[in-house]
């Protein structure tokens, strides 16, 4: 343990790291209260005594595991005896999927598109073909796949790749129609070369289109199949290098299946149409079969349909053949969703699909081609799924997928996550979800189950949360780097249905999805948990284990907020307590009443966006709503996005800010406690002078000005700038005034109103908050600026930290995803200057209200969009069974503090150093039926230090912006320390967490970098460029939590995981899962001794002897070049340095060198089989013709 020396500190923060800012004392400025520490003083005395016992050595950055759907996938393999599933992306990202716990990731370096998959049977080996014509072999044989191979190819574009199974010879098909031969064992290419010009015929004229397919037969592996786009199909003799057969096809070929007997083949075409031939009559069809064709009454061919993009031919003993394919449909069912087709004798059965199919394969018991192939299911490769359908009963149900596939399911607008929390409330909540769960699956086990998995030593409960586009909340079990889906809350049903359809102008619809969860807040110790939603409402939930049927409690709330220009001084020169006579009075009535509908020309007024549901609600087992509260439109405004939110079990109060202010509800009394413009929490200690607009400005305005700045901000600094960093310059609203709140009455509503259309943060109706770049105002709009006055702007322009984006690349398919604005972690604006001061977080904890305070109190600690810090004090009834009946009071205290930038995070330690919880009340079910537990007094924790009445500082408030850190001690309101964390950038993210025992300042910035600060010294302990800041998704779902782990939504399908923890990182390997597990191939099925010998079997093809190069020569050097991977080293970067390293490189070279010997008994047991064959064979035929004359033969 070592202890903190503070000179030490000093010395030590000259080193800084470059996206870092220094350290210092108090001296470098301050709040209100801020002074200079002199050594020896009685503050100093107290930092002398707390241990500091985290170091740099304690973290690391890595990413542990990727959950969910891969996104945009291309191309799917799967291996039939190690039974693992890969999955390949536009991304060039590769999912490799076993049992469950078996979840493998692993990416090309280059980004480019997966374009098909190959494993090496039960070879623990994989080849992958990507769209810059390169081709890449992975090691499976540890835990973390690496590439031991590649090969580029210069001249040709890859079509088509096919590795006959037990082999080590790939064929590769190309856009020119050649079909070149790759050694799987040293990746070199062969001199061995099928030229389109040689496999077709001479006469014809045209190019036969790029290779479509390659499949060598089942009967005779020493002949090929190739097929081409236009119809063409060629079985290629490999050792007289000619064409044995050709056939040719008027429309064009999409893919091509074998029967298992290699007598026949199966095409499927662009018409719609499947032909199947054989090999004996190549001149036309065996049979052709329109499947979704209408017959015509005349016996003319059906007619056409859609393409069939590929079909599969599968064999069984016992029954007839399955034809399964994808397409095909007729084209007059336009509206019809994609389809999978499965044919089983005379029935034809049509699987319609959610997403269109990317790909699907079918599952069968035999990795041999020559045999009956008995499938058993068949994997559907959706855009946005992934479905295995049951083919041995039926109905075709579909398996249960034991995957977290579906966390797109509504696309993800927030996230929250969970570590080390109460070890059962993943028992509770997996069995009330488990109650909710769906049925018809399939009987039968997942039959993708290969690899194997252990719990590893990080066994502690963690539990991620999302929030979706249509309302829903899922929660996840995420132990032991896995994911489970424990239970789903879905929000909306609180709501009334949305009546589109009412005559109501489009302009009030509200967008697409009114019901987005904005941002949740959760307390897992007293089970209260919060919504925020993107139409201005906030939701309180309590847990039950009982179901109950009630009306929903609503409330309204009325927050308006005009002020002037704010002309903002340096945040380090504000004096603590400005002179009352430099601000401006209060004039602006700010009511929380909803008693009117004001309909002066129609303007809507009091009335929320959403309709509570007025009849009583059933409530299942779990989440049930215990109030609602919702913003409401002011003078034709509608209610701005909430940007802060948090609850308190036990003091029963929930407080949510927006760009407009603070509204602070009691929801155990369901009342409104306190509603407020942010320049009103102030009271006199306003640090800013607020001045009137200039008459010219107005004059701009109304003439139609089209740009939102009179001066132009040169580009490079506005990409250093934060989304709040302008806040201290810009005009939040030319409407002077704002005064405290009424209690409204308990109220539901049933009128339906909606939010303006928000697209990409910029928000449309003109009506909204400003985020859109200028436009003309119409005439509805100047009759507007006429109704506001000569002195007032037409519209807001009010940004609330919900409704700012970053100028970054958005792609369409992206587009809706990123159109949802829900936290202060997506304001990032480098185009609109103007905006209101937002609350950008809001803590509850028992703390010293005032300055000099010497006792603690329930405390509301508020911080803004312009860096300062206000606290909201409460008197709350001392008895608990006056908790209901005696009113609760809330003021602001006076206490002013600042930092640079807009506050994002709060915390609290105790004199030791260490960090205070929130208070909570511990769970009590509040619908039980057991009076003892009716009749139990709320027990309440408070985590809070003694109330000593010496002089001295009794806690650490730690505070984090945006640009800096700070550490204040409490009740003097010193300032102990400020980090400057960066200059060039801003922090995205923060949040105080525990690791190891000790609190720690978690920071994320927008330039990439994760930053790890100790408390309360400041301290860096780690600053790694980690992920630029590419997406708006990673700044709004980017979240860290206790323990070293992280996570951020990668994709619009896919969260990653990481960790900061070295102890973390060093187990990680222990942790995941092993892809490859020694597995016997099957034996084949015994052919008999005719067949062998007469039925042109494959055994006795030598393709050494054929494609190697001393009979096939060279390749071209400038045809493909080669390049050497990392291989297994990649195993051994993860592992640490010194001995650990040692000990993993060996191992490594011990499981080489076993493999080499596995295969060199592998290829000696060959060799004596067919020594004994051909001994035998010899044998049999001297005694055939032992006894024979010469003239008989």
């Not at 009987?443 to 409960?461: D, L, M, R």
């Not at 001061?837 to 028992?846: K, P, R």
Request: net charge neutral; aromatic share 8%.
């Amino acid at each position: 343990m070592k202890k903190f020396n503070f000179r030490k500190v000093l010395d030590g923060l000259t080193a800084s790291s470059p996206g870092s800012g220094s350290s210092s004392s108090g001296n470098s400025g301050s709040g209100t209260g801020g002074g200079s520490i002199q050594p020896g003083g009685t503050a100093g005395v107290l930092r002398e005594e707390i241990q500091e016992t985290l170091t740099s050595d304690y973290f690391q950055i890595c990413k542990t595991v990727r959950h969910g759907f891969p996104y945009q996938p291309t191309a799917l393999a799967f291996d039939p005896v190690q039974k693992i599933l890969a999955i390949g992306t536009r991304s060039g990202a590769i999912r490799i999927l076993g049992r469950p716990g078996v979840d493998c990731y692993c990416q090309h370096e280059s980004g480019a598109a997966v374009l098909q998959l190959q494993f090496l049977i039960n070879e623990g080996a994989l080849v992958s073909a990507s769209s810059d014509e390169t081709l890449h072999l992975w090691n499976l044989r540890q835990k973390r796949p690496a590439i031991l191979h590649s090969l580029k190819f210069n001249r040709e574009r890859i079509t088509y790749c096919h590795l006959p199974f037990q082999s080590k010879w790939l064929y590769v098909g190309t856009e020119r129609g050649n079909t070149h031969i790759v050694n799987i064992e040293s990746f070199i290419l062969s001199g061995y070369v099928i030229m389109w010009n040689k496999a077709i015929e001479l006469s014809t004229k045209t190019h036969p289109g790029p290779v479509v397919h390659l499949s060598d037969s089942p009967r005779d592996e020493g002949k090929l199949l190739i097929g081409y786009e236009n119809g063409t199909v060629v079985l290629w003799d490999l050792k007289s290098k000619r064409a044995e057969l050709r056939v040719y096809y008027d429309e064009a070929i999409h893919s091509i299946d074998w029967h298992h007997e290699g007598k026949q083949f199966m095409c499927s075409h662009s018409d719609g149409s499947l032909t199947l031939w054989n090999l004996k009559s190549p001149s036309r069809p065996f049979q052709t079969t329109i499947p979704h064709g209408k017959s015509q009454r005349d016996g003319r061919k059906p007619e056409s349909c859609k393409p069939i993009l590929k079909v599969e031919y599968k064999t069984c003993r016992n029954s007839e053949p399955f034809i399964i394919f994808s397409g095909g449909l007729s084209y007059d069912k336009a509206c019809r969703r994609p389809s999978l087709t499965i044919m089983h004798g005379k029935s034809i059965t049509v699987l319609e699909m959610d997403h269109p199919i990317v790909e699907f394969l079918t599952l069968c018991e035999t990795p041999y081609p020559n045999e009956f192939q008995e499938p058993y299911a068949v994997v559907v490769l959706l855009e946005k799924d992934l479905i295995v359908v049951d083919l041995t009963q039926s109905n075709f149900p579909i398996f249960e997928n034991p995957y977290p596939m579906d966390i797109h399911e509504s696309p993800v607008t927030c996230t929250a996550y969970f570590a080390d929390c109460p070890p059962d409330l993943i028992l509770v909540l997996y069995s009330i979800g488990a109650k909710h769960k769906k049925q018809g699956y399939s009987n039968k086990e997942w039959p993708v189950s290969g690899g194997t998995w252990n719990i590893g030593a990080q066994t502690y409960p963690e539990i991620i949360i999302t929030g979706h586009a249509d309302g829903s909340i899922k929660f996840w079990d995420a132990s032991a780097i896995t994911l489970q889906m424990l239970y789903k809350l879905k929000t909306s049903k609180v709501f009334e249905k949305q009546k589109i359809g009412d005559g109501k102008p489009t302009s009030e619809i509200v967008e697409e999805d009114p019901y987005a969860v904005q941002m949740i807040y959760w307390c897992p110790e007293s089970r209260i948990f919060c919504v925020a939603g993107v139409s201005a409402y906030v939701i309180v939930y309590k847990f039950s284990r009982h179901e109950i049927t009630t009306e929903v409690v609503s409330l309204e709330v009325r927050l308006q907020y005009d002020v002037e220009d704010i002309i903002t001084p340096e945040p380090e020169t504000i004096p603590p307590f400005p002179d009352p006579s430099s601000q401006l009075p209060s004039s602006k009535s700010l009511s929380g009443s909803t008693s009117t509908v004001a309909s002066e020309g129609g303007t809507k007024d009091s009335i929320p966006c959403l309709s509570v549901k007025t009849r009583p609600v059933r409530m299942p087992p779990g989440y049930q709503a215990e109030l609602v509260v919702q913003l409401v439109w002011v003078d034709g405004e509608p209610p701005q996005q909430i940007t802060s939110l948090t609850v308190s079990s036990a003091y029963g109060i929930v407080a949510f800010g927006n760009c407009n202010g603070l509204a602070i509800v009691d929801f155990m009394q369901k009342t409104v406690l306190l509603s407020m413009g942010t320049i009103d929490l102030y009271r006199s200690s306003d640090p800013y002078q607020r001045q009137p607009r200039s008459p010219r400005k107005n004059k701009q305005f109304i003439a139609g000005m089209t740009e939102l700045t009179d001066s132009p901000v040169p580009l490079e600094l506005e990409r250093c700038k934060s989304p709040t960093s302008g806040f201290a310059t810009r005009a939040p609203e030319a409407a002077p005034g704002f005064c405290r709140n009424e209690l409204p009455a308990v109220r539901q509503r049933n009128q339906v109103h909606h939010l303006p259309d928000h697209v990409n943060g910029h928000c449309t109706s003109p009506t909204s908050q400003t985020c859109s770049s200028g436009k003309r105002l119409s005439s509805a709009d100047v009759s507007k600026v006429n109704r506001w006055g000569p002195g007032r702007p037409p519209f807001r322009k009010a940004q609330s930290a919900a409704c700012m984006e970053v100028s970054l690349p958005v792609t369409t398919e992206e587009s809706r995803e990123n159109s949802y604005n829900r936290s202060r972690s997506s304001s990032i604006s480098s185009i609109d200057k103007e905006a209101k001061e937002a609350i950008t977080a809001l803590y509850f904890m028992e703390s010293f209200a005032r300055k000099n305070d010497m006792t603690i109190s329930p405390c509301l600690w508020v911080g803004t969009s312009l860096g300062v810090v206000l606290v909201i004090s409460f008197n709350l009834p001392s008895a608990d069974e006056q908790r209901y009946t005696e009113p609760v009071l809330a003021s602001p205290s006076g206490t002013l503090l600042t930092l640079k930038g807009a506050v994002l995070t709060f915390s609290c330690m105790d004199r030791l150093g260490g960090l205070m919880h929130p208070p909570y009340e511990v769970w009590r079910d509040p619908n039980s039926m057991d009076d003892n537990e009716k009749g139990r007094r709320r027990k309440l924790v408070l985590n809070s230090p003694s109330t000593s009445q010496e002089m001295g500082d009794h806690q650490y408030a730690v505070v984090c912006s945006e640009k800096q850190a700070k550490v204040f001690s409490l009740p003097s309101q010193t300032c102990l320390h400020v980090h400057n964390i960066t200059e060039t950038s801003f922090i995205l993210q923060a949040a105080v967490v525990v690791m190891c025992n000790s609190a720690c300042l978690a920071c994320f910035c927008a330039n990439g970098h994760i930053m790890i600060m100790s408390l309360p010294s400041l301290r860096p302990m780690l600053d790694v460029n980690y992920l630029p800041l590419t997406d708006m998704r990673i700044a709004r779902t980017f979240c860290f939590t206790n323990e070293g782990q992280a996570l951020y939504l990668v994709s619009p399908t896919e969260i990653q995981r990481l960790t900061y923890s070295q102890e973390m990182c060093d187990n990680l390997q222990d942790m995941l899962g092993e892809l490859f597990t020694p597995v016997e191939t099957p034996e084949a099925q015994n052919r008999g001794f005719l067949k062998g010998l007469f039925g042109g079997s494959g055994q006795t093809f030598d393709r050494e002897e054929l494609f190697g190069e001393a009979s096939a020569g060279k390749a071209s050097k400038s045809l493909a070049q080669h390049i050497p991977g990392s291989g297994g080293i990649e195993g051994v970067k993860v592992a640490a340095g010194g001995v650990m390293g040692e000990l993993t490189r060996a191992r490594i070279a011990l499981d080489e060198r076993g493999q080499r010997l596995g295969e060199l008994e592998e290829k000696t047991a060959g060799m004596m089989t067919s020594a004994e064959a051909f001994s035998k064979h010899a044998h049999e035929l001297m005694l055939k013709y032992k006894d024979k004359k010469w003239y008989q033969f």
